[in-house]
């Protein structure tokens, strides 16, 4: 803190306490002594600045904003710093967040691309199953031509039996199985009933065994 005293004739204020001081709007200091007799010459300018002159005592009742003008400035250094650190951690935050919402982000692509291969898989599985009911039904249209008149309700079977030429070629005997194995399709189950929507995200990549790609 500095020594307070009248900027004009530097009378100290602890030397004579009880002379009043004044605060100029240009920032400098005046004694009530050096105000009265300055105001004999030019009331309305600064005695030391000859700015347009606007003052204030000295006092316990100075508005805060002036008053701060009075106080150890390391105070202020000191808020500075934690106002410094205050918006530096929610700047931090701030960044956190954002990164963790890009990596979210990434996670839910790679689980978007996890299910498009299930549907690609279970596209493809259709298209086998549709093939492989074709196959049945030509197979079982043979054989009921192939069977004996009478034998059959089918009004088809009742017109007689037909050569081999008119029932044309044999067809092969389809698969009972789909073209994938009754185990890889157990696998895919489990696959939808153990399998949650986080695992398809980088962390568990055990689970990506499950596919059949
Ligand atoms: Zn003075
Ligand atoms: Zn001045």
Redesign the pocket.
């Known amino acids: 803190m500095f020594r307070l005293h009248c900027?004009k004739c530097y009378h100290l204020r602890s030397q004579e306490p009880t002379l009043a001081l004044n605060l100029?709007r240009?920032?400098?200091i005046i004694c009530a002594n050096c105000l009265e007799r300055s105001s004999l010459e030019d009331p309305k300018k600064?005695?030391?600045?000859?700015?347009p002159?606007q003052t204030i005592p000295i006092d316990r009742n100075m508005p805060s904003g002036m008053a701060q003008y009075f106080e150890d400035p390391t105070r202020f250094l000191k808020l500075y710093q934690k106002i410094s650190k205050f918006q530096g951690d929610q700047r931090t935050s701030d960044n956190v967040g954002f990164w963790q919402q890009m990596e979210r982000q990434r996670d839910l692509e790679l689980q978007l691309q996890g299910y498009n291969k299930i549907e690609m898989q279970l596209n493809q599985q259709i298209e086998r199953e549709k093939k492989r009911i074709e196959e049945m039904r030509k197979y079982i249209e043979y054989y009921e031509k192939a069977a004996p008149s009478g034998s059959s309700s089918s009004h088809r079977g009742r017109r007689g039996s037909r050569s081999s030429q008119e029932r044309g070629s044999r067809p092969h005997t389809p698969s009972v199985t789909t073209t994938t194995t009754d185990t890889s399709m157990e696998k895919e189950n489990n696959f939808f009933m153990d399998t949650t929507a986080d695992d398809f995200g980088p962390k568990k990549r055990r689970n990506d065994k499950n596919f059949h790609i």
């Open positions: 900027n100029t240009c920032h400098h600064c005695p030391l600045c000859s700015q002159l």
